[in-house]
């Protein structure tokens, strides 16, 4: 008889979702489906806008990574425009994108995961959230919350708010940085590099207790995408698309991100709202009963910072680079870290990169000039927009009319690239934990955990409005509730 | 120098009456501003844990927070007793629990108060229902309730 657990909704990401786990006539794990159970909308009803407004509108997405929105819809507009922005607005871009990458990280390693790290992965999930971290390790708590704070100030110093700020516009950005406000992030920056060691010095020194979760979580061959550098460094902002193998070898060198769509697929499926993109050229076409079918899930790739740091040759920092030759230590020599459990570790190498970045930018003469715009009109009917936000690669592709309407929108957006890996990661979980169909509390929070390794970022809701517990419920092959697990 | 407040109103004004809360916050620093506090004024679209940071550096007599409800039909003013229970939702933060945080991680004893405006409507767009108008109406008696607490 199979049977079917369900989690929902999966707690400590931003959205909705849930997980079912689909269990065989002998109780084993057959399979497993994350299913991100939310509705937006945006690429529809952004068609009849115009261009211009896109930055703002598109930043609504989240209230988390709006910044990433910003960006990659502002390069859009750059590219309809055809312009090349004032090089001190590419670099204060480049700052604020780098802000956002310290303080949404900061989020997911300190206040998202963290408890699941340091209060353990069977401790009382009535504890188990920021709060308990709070009670039982004040000094990580701190830590995180003024490390997260960090990021969003140099956000709020540039743009003039921490959310949603509508200084990112195509062309440039809206205002020039003041001699203060460089003098006000720079001050800032002594303790941020403070933290970001003792945190790496916490995580490296727990990776003992973890050596199940490093086996189990997510650790399976695929591609990984990311943006680099024109000599093969790591990038956030601009750059190339790199595409690497599970042996390390370098299947898409440097391709211009505009050409995205010669590379990349997006698939659905019924269950989820959520689209899997795929490598077009690793999905394997299949002749079925006549027909041919496309094995879509054939060209699986990971995104985001584990992504970031497989696909570059060098962070091009030097404490950065110093990590991530250790980092590289985890893997067998000239091969990827496979491990998703990693993405923790990758997510503080990024954090300390940023730090020394932000640190080389603001010491650079030219931050402070005063021209950080350019003017332009329509150049371009259609403009392609791609930036590294912190959970991996985003794109934002417009096509407008000749007064700069919009009339087809297309976003992919990190989460969704990582679709297909965190499916495979949910059931490699579920499968080596669940055995005879028995689910624990532990069981249920480790399985959520690996979606958590990957920061899913699903939307941000203002008002959700009650109690949203966890629910395991198995079904018997007829749909009869045969066992309830709840968590309130 | 007067008693320093921290009031923060949590709202967004592209929610209708979710605004409420930020408009009333503003009322509320004017009128706390006349009766001769230092008032200093955040407002956010949610609680977030960083909150904490600013209470420690400003260390004020009293932290008032200021939301909109779609469960009073008046302003209602009610003291905060800090705890350690996470929200439903654990990405977000209660005033109940940024109060605990705000005491074990900075040690801030200030005394905590919410103020709760009548909400009737959450949906998208600018401007808000008459009820909620009508409860920032009540920003003056609010403040001479807060000032009578010190």
Redesign the interface.
């Known amino acids: 008889m199979s049977r079917t657990i369900l989690i929902d909704p999966v707690?400590?990401?931003?959205g909705h979702a849930k997980i079912t786990i689909h269990l065989d006539e002998d109780g084993q794990v057959a399979d497993a489906r994350f299913h991100v159970t939310e509705f937006r909308g945006f690429e529809k009803f952004c068609e009849g806008r115009s261009f211009w407004e896109m930055p703002g509108i598109t930043a609504r997405i989240c209230?988390i990574c709006p910044v990433s929105h910003l960006m990659a819809s502002a390069k859009a507009g750059d590219a309809i425009l055809g312009i090349h922005i004032p090089p001190t607005a590419a670099k204060l871009r480049r700052l604020m994108n780098w802000a956002q990458i310290v303080q949404s990280h900061a989020l997911s390693f300190f206040?998202?995961s963290g408890p699941d790290l340091l209060l353990g992965m069977d401790s009382d999930p009535?504890k188990r959230?920021?709060?308990?971290l709070?009670?039982k390790f004040?000094d990580v708590?701190?830590n995180?919350?003024?490390l997260?704070?960090f990021g969003?100030k140099v956000i709020e110093i540039l743009g003039g708010r921490s959310?949603h700020p509508a200084w990112v516009v195509p062309g440039g950005v809206r205002e020039p940085l003041s001699d203060e406000n460089r003098s006000k992030i720079r001050r800032m920056l002594p303790e941020a590099f403070d933290i970001v060691g003792l945190a790496l010095d916490v995580l490296k020194d727990s990776f003992d207790q973890f050596r199940d979760e490093e086996a189990m979580y997510g650790n399976f061959p695929s591609l990984y995408m990311g943006l680099v550098t024109p000599d093969g460094g790591l990038e956030h902002y601009d750059g190339l698309l790199r595409v690497v193998d599970s042996d390390g070898a370098i299947l898409e060198p440097g391709l211009p991100p505009a050409r995205f769509r010669e590379i990349l697929g997006e698939a659905v499926e019924p269950w989820s709202y959520l689209k899997f993109p795929f490598y077009k050229p690793a999905a394997i076409r299949e002749a079925q009963g006549g027909r041919s079918t496309l094995h879509y899930p054939a060209g699986m790739y990971r995104v985001g910072p584990l992504a970031r740091l497989n696909v570059c040759d060098c962070a091009g920092t030097p404490r950065a680079d110093a990590e991530l030759r250790e980092f590289r230590r985890l893997a067998p020599r000239g091969r990827p870290v496979a491990n998703s459990f990693h993405y923790h570790y990758a997510r503080l190498i990024e954090i300390l990169y940023a730090l020394e970045r932000i640190a080389e930018t603001i010491d650079d003469p030219s931050i402070t000039d005063k021209r950080v715009r350019a003017h332009a009109e329509v150049n371009n009917m259609i403009g392609v927009g791609v930036s590294e936000a912190p959970r991996g690669t985003l794109f934002h592709e417009y096509h407008i009319d000749e007064n700069g309407i919009l009339q087809k929108v297309n976003l992919i957006i990190a989460t969704g690239q990582n679709n297909l890996a965190m499916n495979r990661t949910v059931k490699q979980i579920a499968q080596y934990h669940i055995k005879d169909g028995k689910v624990t509390e532990g069981v249920l929070n480790r399985i959520e955990h690996g979606i958590r390794l990957y920061d899913p970022c699903l939307s941000c809701s203002?008002?959700?409005v009650?109690?949203?517990?966890m629910v395991v419920e198995v079904y018997d092959a007829g749909g009869k509730l045969i066992d309830r697990v709840k968590r309130e | 120098m007067g008693t320093a407040v921290l009031v923060i109103g949590i709202g967004?004004t592209l929610?209708r009456d979710?605004g409420a809360g930020w408009f009333f916050a503003q009322a509320l620093a004017t009128q706390l501003q006349r009766a001769g506090a230092a008032v200093h004024l955040v407002l956010?679209?949610?609680l977030t844990?960083?909150l904490?940071?600013d209470a420690a550096e400003l260390a004020p007599d009293q932290i008032v927070f200021v939301d909109a409800s779609l469960d009073v039909t008046e302003a209602t003013l009610t003291q905060v007793t800090p705890s350690?229970?996470?929200p439903?939702?654990?990405?977000?933060?209660d005033a109940a629990?940024l109060m605990?945080?705000m005491r074990?991680?900075?040690g801030v004893r200030a005394k905590s108060w919410l103020v709760q405006t009548p909400a009737i409507d959450?949906d998208h767009g600018e401007g808000l229902s008459e009820k909620a108008q009508e409860g920032l109406r009540a920003a003056p008696t609010i403040a001479a309730l807060l000032v009578g607490k010190r």
């Open positions: 707690t400590r990401i931003e209230g206040h998202l009535a959230n920021l709060m308990g709070v009670e004040p708590a701190r995180g919350i003024r997260r704070r969003q959310v203002t008002h959700a009650g109690q949203m517990p | 967004n929610r979710d956010q679209q949610q844990p960083e904490a940071i350690h229970a996470a439903a939702l654990d990405h977000r933060l629990a605990a945080l074990r991680l900075y959450f």
